[in-house]
């Protein structure tokens, strides 16, 4: 199929790697459905004017009870173009906070839990049958993983989680050919960097004094170098581009990786559990 006959539904198109893969494959000419919880978002993606781009609102994977309506949305424009199926499910969204495990928010936790977790696995039950009748693929968009990094678990153990859902897909969806493919993310510049920085000062201003004061140095440190480590982070129309690359690749791999640092961490996942657990505690 040529990319006139390939539908994508990618996941959190609001803003950052989301929106720069809506936009780079409707340029190329896919149908792509963007999804966004708000109106708004869908509004300013309809005011682009891009033929092929259809905005879905609202899909909120917190929410499952949205998804019908949005699958037959999805039905409706395939059958009004004359696809059958759907070609890729591009799974994007999500967030997380910046905070030891002891002062996690549990309520921003258990969503972000349903938005990265929960949510996907609804929506590929519901998106499946779709994806057999057109040969599809599942992309997803992660971090590298699978091994643990300080004061981001919120974000990381989900992508643990999706690392192993991931991979049991590819397993599972074998006999249908629909590969699970992997796109893991090291440092990219989104506009979410910024807001998690806001929301990591406020919080640390929320937090019990006494918790605080054992981990203000440490968080600190921390938040410094991560000022340099975002000064080098990567375009998200780059990791578009890698998405399109997974896309249109006859037989694509199981696992890309992007972005700065990105390969620091596939090394470190290569090592034994126990070395490269030693080398993260030195370095924190």
């Known amino acids: 199929m040529g990319p006139s006959e390939r539908s994508v539904l990618v996941t959190g198109c609001s803003s950052g790697i989301g929106r720069a893969a809506a936009l ?7 149908l792509v459905f963007a999804a966004v919880r708000r109106e708004s978002d869908a509004e300013k993606l309809r005011g682009l004017g891009i033929p092929g781009l259809v905005p879905l609102c609202p899909l909120d994977l917190t929410n499952p009870g949205q998804f019908p309506a949005i699958m037959d949305a999805v039905d409706r424009e395939l059958a009004g173009r004359g696809q059958k199926g759907l070609y890729a499910l591009v799974n994007n969204a999500g967030g997380g906070s910046v905070a030891p495990i002891e ?3 549990q309520d921003r936790f258990l969503a972000e839990l349903k938005a990265r977790i929960a949510g996907p696995v609804a929506l590929i039950q519901a998106v499946l049958p779709r994806l057999r009748a ?7 968009i992660m971090t590298p993983a699978i091994i643990p990094t300080p004061y981001v678990a919120s974000i990381h153990a989900c992508d643990f989680a999706v690392n192993n859902l991931a991979r049991t897909l590819d397993i599972e969806l074998k006999p249908w050919g629909i590969p699970s493919v992997m796109i893991r993310c090291g440092g990219i510049r989104t506009e ?13 201003r929320a937090w019990p004094a006494e918790k605080r ?3 203000e140095p ?5 938040s410094e170098s991560m000022a340099a480590f975002n000064a080098k982070r990567t375009s998200p129309e780059k990791v578009a581009a890698l998405v399109e ?3 249109t690749a006859a037989k694509p791999k199981h696992r890309y990786s992007i972005g700065h640092m990105a390969r620091a961490a596939a090394f470190l996942e290569a ?4 070395w490269a657990d030693r080398i993260l505690k030195a370095r924190f």
């Not at 440490?218 to 921390?222: D, F, G, I, N, V």
Request: glycine share 8%.
């Open 24 to 30: 780079r494959l409707a340029g190329k000419g896919f």
């Open 103 to 105: 002062l996690l928010d």
């Open 134 to 140: 057109a040969g599809g693929r599942i992309l997803w």
């Open 192 to 204: 979410a960097v910024a807001k998690s920085d806001a929301e990591f000062e406020a919080d640390m």
């Open 213 to 215: 004061a054992l981990y």
């Open 218 to 222: 440490a968080l600190r440190r921390w």
């Open 245 to 247: 690359k997974a896309l």
């Open 271 to 274: 090592l034994p559990q126990s």
